[in-house]
């Protein structure tokens, strides 16, 4: 169970909330969804979900007000999860449609997915393994797996390239393209893919974000 | 990765199985079919209302809500989808994507007006296919009673331009039969499309799963009658096709 505080999954008007709500409520109770700033200042925890374009999702923050809001909560070292298109505004900017600022939390940019094998098929739609750039990199942290090579679930077209290598937590391949799929930076994460939607190995990730403490 | 999808036909409360898409045979509980599948390692889930389009009826949403808690793998939902809130009351019960066919039929730019509002992804093309002699095939709606008059392959095409994520194709030959996929019609599909091809209708020996994956080059296969009678179960099917060389999630 959770070891307690208020788990905040922010609404923007974008994407399927109640997939990543019904995982949450599998271990926790204190949950909220909320377009309101104040509710989210005053989170333990903040997951940013999403799916659809960056600029209707930068859009869609920015008219509710909850740019600065967001900024300012990742700010204060509590646990922060992006999901696919929430974890792509985390960055700095993003190209789909043109260039448009994000949230600019990671530095980096969003860039459009280019497998480099002929007859791949993008979006990206289904099943893919998500590997640690790194032996020992994931114990101890939500992506503590006991599997080494976890498959996750993935919907996308654009991928985050972060600028400092050591943020990458995880790498996919598609089509022939390596590309980082999760990033961490202190206690902010972000997955590029959908871990409420990827089975058993997914909600796991879950489990373990409810239960992070601040710091 | 091929995705595996078991396919689950509702009429009322239950799951039945149409044989050419129109004889029923009830088959089940939807809740307790989705969890098996669910722990047996299905990829996917595909909910489809078989009649509610025919009666005007809206989605099940008190099910699909009850189903989608029960499961974390994505659920595509269709059957009766005829505007952009039975979208959203369907996307807020728990669905991840969405299948339309009958509407989209009647009102092509609903797609793109669906797609602009919940993104390509979100959006699968759901076509009801009969033969119609060598290369040629008919687009029928509402549980395969209705003719269109539309060819499948123009159908696909124009549903493309509205910008849709992805097909799903059943044919309405092979349906129930378990005589194996209709290799030719996923062909001419998975032949045109940039997106993703899930095929339907036919399924029977493992082999018919590999002859649609490889052969017809399907991105996803969907199946009913071969999990809901046992022949095999989903990880007994990946288990013989990772053997194979097809690669999917075990």
Redesign the interface.
């Known amino acids: 169970m959770s070891q307690g505080g208020l788990t905040v999954i922010v609404d923007y008007g974008v994407g399927n909330l109640r997939s990543v709500a019904k995982s949450v409520s599998q271990y926790i109770d204190s949950w909220i969804i909320t377009e309101e700033a104040g509710i989210i200042l005053s989170a333990d925890r903040l997951i940013l979900p999403g799916v659809g374009a960056f600029g209707a999702g930068m859009n869609g923050l920015k008219i509710r007000g909850l740019i600065e809001p967001i900024k300012q909560f990742a700010r204060t070292g509590k646990p922060m999860l992006g999901i696919c298109l929430g974890a792509q505004l985390l960055f700095e900017r993003g190209e789909e449609f043109g260039p448009r600022p994000g949230l600019g939390i990671i530095k980096g940019k969003v860039v459009k997915l280019q497998p480099t094998e002929k007859n791949v098929k993008v979006p990206q739609i289904g099943w893919n393994k998500i590997a640690a750039p790194a032996p020992g990199k994931w114990p101890e942290i939500i992506f503590q797996s006991p599997e080494r090579e976890p498959m996750m679930y993935f919907v996308h077209s654009y991928i985050f390239e972060p600028t400092e290598s050591q943020v990458i937590l995880a790498t996919s391949v598609y089509g022939g393209q390596k590309f980082c799929s999760a990033v961490r930076q202190g206690n902010i994460y972000g997955c590029q893919f959908h871990p409420e939607k990827s089975g058993e190995a997914g909600v796991t990730i879950i489990r373990h974000f409810v239960n992070l403490q601040n710091g | 990765?091929?995705?595996i999808i078991p396919q689950l036909h509702i009429k009322g409360p239950m799951v039945v199985k149409p044989i050419h898409t129109e004889a029923l045979r009830i088959v089940g509980e939807p809740i307790e079919l989705a969890k098996r599948y669910?722990r047996d390692g299905a990829?996917e889930i595909i909910f489809l209302d078989i009649v509610a389009s025919l009666y005007g009826r809206n989605p099940d949403l008190t099910l699909i809500e009850v189903v989608?808690?029960a499961i974390?793998?994505?659920l595509t939902v269709g059957g009766g989808i005829r505007t952009i809130h039975d979208i959203a009351q369907v996307?807020?019960?728990?669905?991840?994507k969405i299948a339309i066919n009958t509407h989209a039929i009647k009102n092509p730019p609903f797609l793109k007006e669906a797609v602009e509002q919940?993104?390509?992804?979100?959006i699968v093309l759901f076509i009801e296919a009969k033969n119609q002699g060598p290369g040629k095939w008919e687009a029928y709606t509402d549980g395969g009673r209705e003719r269109t008059g539309c060819d499948v392959i123009d159908w696909v095409k124009r549903a493309l331009d509205f910008g849709v994520?992805?097909i799903l194709v059943t044919s309405i030959d092979r349906d129930g039969t378990r005589r194996g996929y209709d290799l030719e019609l996923v062909r001419a599909i998975t032949a045109i499309s940039?997106?993703?091809v899930i095929a339907h209708g036919g399924a029977g020996t493992k082999e018919t799963f590999k002859d649609v994956l490889i052969d017809a080059r399907a991105?996803?296969v969907a199946a009913s009658s071969v999990f809901h009678y046992r022949d095999y179960s989903i990880a007994e099917l990946k288990n013989y096709l990772r053997n194979e060389k097809i690669d999917v999630?075990l």
């Open positions: 990765m091929n995705r669910y990829d989608s808690n974390f793998v994505p996307l807020r019960a728990g669905a991840d919940f993104g390509a992804q979100c994520g992805e940039p997106v993703p991105d996803a999630r």
